[in-house]
């Protein structure tokens, strides 16, 4: 029989192996792309506006989305399978009404109830879309333009207890100590203020500058 040393030797020799291996390797992270964004330096033509949408449908779309939609669940497309047999006389005596009507019948229910949601979704994305915002575009007064043009690089003006617009980096607040609160309870529901810090160096500068009605004084 066999010692348990002359067992274990494969396996250790295995181990070591793989230790060894593994020692030489080095794991390296793919590179990170560098995102170099200047205001008002042309960055709309390289990257996407803030148009938000939350819709499924359009008014071209609506139907042959919606019955492909409907058509993905296994059950409708059995009982479509079952409609279409008793269409031949041969091998069912039973009239396809029975199956087809029912069947069209919730295909009518289902897609009234998705037009009529995606409608709202509509409407609340166009009336996010249409919000009126300020941005500064290399002037000293702002300029109103709404939710859905704001482009990267626009320097965004955010007045107390307004919705932000958009994913914003933090230059400067009315706050002497550059600080600003913000509620995410949109986000997480979470409705306790979290503070948000600007740039000191930023801060340095407006120092002595303030905005008043959109404009820098």
């Known amino acids: 029989m066999p010692s348990t040393s002359t067992i274990l030797s494969p ?3 295995l181990v070591s192996r793989l230790l060894t291996v593994l020692s030489c390797t080095t794991f390296t992270s793919p590179a990170e792309t560098v995102r170099i964004v200047k205001a008002h330096h042309g960055s709309c033509k390289t990257y996407c506006n803030n148009q938000v949408t939350n ?11 919606n019955l492909y939609d409907q058509f993905k669940r296994p059950l409708n497309r059995y009982f479509l399978f079952i409609g279409l047999l008793q269409l031949i006389p041969v ?3 039973v009239s396809p009404v029975t199956t087809l009507g029912p069947l069209f019948g919730a295909f009518m229910i289902t897609a009234i109830k998705e037009g ?3 409608l709202k979704r509509h409407r609340q994305d166009r009336e996010f879309n249409h919000k009126p915002q300020k ?3 290399g002037k000293l007064s702002a ?3 709404q939710s859905q043009f704001i482009q ?3 320097v965004v003006l955010v007045e107390a207890s307004h919705e932000l617009p958009c994913d914003l980096f933090l230059l400067a607040s009315s706050d002497r100590e550059g600080v600003a609160y913000i509620q995410t309870a949109n986000i997480d529901g979470e409705i306790d203020l979290k503070a948000r810090n600007c740039l000191p160096e930023v801060m340095a500068l407006m120092k002595d500058m303030e905005v008043k009605d959109g404009h820098f004084t």
């Open 143 to 145: 300029e109103v333009i």
């Open 55 to 65: 819709s499924k449908y359009t008014a071209i779309s609506f139907l042959p989305q």
């Open 152 to 154: 990267v690089g626009d």
């Open 11 to 13: 396996v250790r020799w």
């Open 91 to 93: 091998i069912t005596p």
């Open 116 to 118: 009529y949601d995606d």
């Open 135 to 137: 941005v500064f575009r």
